[in-house]
């Protein structure tokens, strides 16, 4: 257990339609980020947030946000999905700004599966 | 061309072999090297990670790192049916004040008994 709790595991929804995934990452960690994970692009970093503030973007769709809370957690916000949004949502999270306090550890979630038909 | 090339497999090996799993990049600013395993359904977890060229070993796992080729491996030996997973290699730079980490696309692995 990586410490690291995202919800909901798994999502089925119709095209046009907006969902709102969840992460609480690892107590103590600052940071969190966003990737998506599709068979055939590997995962591929959305967005990272350090301590409430955004601290770098990825390959974010304009249709897609986030934003992290006082509390820590994280919110990503996919709006008028289409059937290539399907794919697994993951979070991970870091002690500090830099990824591992330097080294690139990052604890993920177990993800959120996305389906939309 | 993708910064990180890793060949996705599936890769099939009998228990007992050694196992090579490589990726290549074009980054030369990369500095730390990683190697994550993922389980089916879970997320990635990391196995190793180095910061120089040279070899680290741990267990049955050895992570080498040849930064004049851009050529990292991860050697797995006696492997296990547990080992049954896909790898993925991920290198980070520091970069606006932060590490950006770019992973590879994995290698599935499928260990048979």
């Known amino acids: 257990d990586s410490g690291v709790t995202q919800t909901p595991k798994h999502l089925i929804t119709a095209t046009g339609q907006r969902v709102t995934l969840r992460c609480s990452p690892r107590?103590?960690?600052?940071?969190v980020y966003w990737y998506q994970q599709s068979l055939d692009q590997g995962l591929q970093f959305l967005i990272q947030?350090?301590?409430?503030?955004?601290?770098a973007k990825g390959n974010i769709l304009e249709r897609f946000s986030a934003q992290q809370f006082p509390d820590l957690h994280s919110e990503l916000n996919l709006s008028s999905l289409e059937l290539g949004d399907s794919a697994l949502y993951f979070c991970?999270?870091?002690?500090?700004?830099?990824?591992?306090?330097?080294?690139?550890?990052?604890?993920f979630g177990e993800g959120s599966r996305l389906t939309v038909l | 061309q993708k910064e990180v090339e890793q060949d996705p497999g599936p890769l099939s090996v009998p228990e007992g072999a050694i196992v090579s799993l490589n990726c290549t990049y074009s980054n030369s600013a990369f500095q730390y090297f990683m190697w994550y395993r993922q389980y089916s359904r879970k997320g990635p977890e990391l196995l190793m990670y180095t910061y120089s060229s040279g070899n680290k070993e741990d267990g049955r796992f050895t992570a080498q790192v040849d930064k004049s080729s851009k050529y990292i491996s991860l050697f797995i030996r006696d492997s296990q049916p547990s080992d049954s997973a896909t790898y993925l290699c991920a290198m980070s730079l520091n970069s606006g004040g932060y590490q950006k980490v770019t992973f590879g696309i994995g290698t599935k692995l499928q260990v048979i008994p």
């Open positions: 107590s103590g960690d600052l940071s």
């Open positions: 947030y350090y301590n409430g503030e955004e601290r």
């Open positions: 991970a999270s870091s002690v500090g700004g830099l990824t591992g306090g330097g080294t690139g550890e990052l604890f």
